[in-house]
């Protein structure tokens, strides 16, 4: 597995995850019509055109899924039991067809877990960023990640 174990994370510690992703309009439609979200900054080129953005604008939801997702390779893979919460949700600016996105994590906090022996609590800083710096989302986002010799056996 290429994820990192509860050992492998200090307090402190920050990562550029190398794997980008350009957002198309089939996947701002069709994530928006798939999560019935009928908003027509997402969906209605001519609606959002009239809005200060000047164009549709991809849905926050997915650009919050997608920066979780480009961690996964690098964090997170086969070595967490659980995500616990994501917290402190922001989208300071849009994020329109076309562009790409890149994620960014620091370890904000970690701990020992009180009731599973074979993990550890820690909390995460998460932003998703264009490649000129832009940040379109920040989060933080709490999960269990197993301890190096303790696996998947619960």
Do not use: C
């Not at 993990?119 to 710096?133: A, F, N, Q, S, T």
């Amino acid at each position: 597995m290429t994820g990192k174990y509860f050992e492998d994370l200090e307090v402190g510690m920050k990562m550029r995850h190398k794997n980008g992703r350009t957002v198309t309009e089939m996947d701002n439609v069709m994530f928006s019509m798939l999560t019935m979200n009928p908003q027509p900054l997402h969906s209605n080129e001519d609606f959002a055109s009239r809005t200060p953005f000047g164009q549709r604008i991809v849905n926050g939801i997915f650009t919050l899924g997608l920066v979780t997702g480009l961690t996964v390779a690098e964090l997170t893979e086969g070595t967490i039991l659980a995500n616990l919460g994501y917290d402190n949700v922001r989208h300071p600016n849009p994020l329109f067809h076309g562009e790409t996105v890149y994620a960014e994590t620091e370890v904000l906090e970690k701990r020992e877990s009180k009731s599973r022996p074979n993990v550890g609590i820690v909390r995460l800083k998460h932003w998703g960023k264009k490649p000129d710096g832009t940040v379109v989302v920040e989060f933080e986002r709490t999960v269990m990640f197993y301890k190096r010799h303790a696996g998947g056996d619960g």
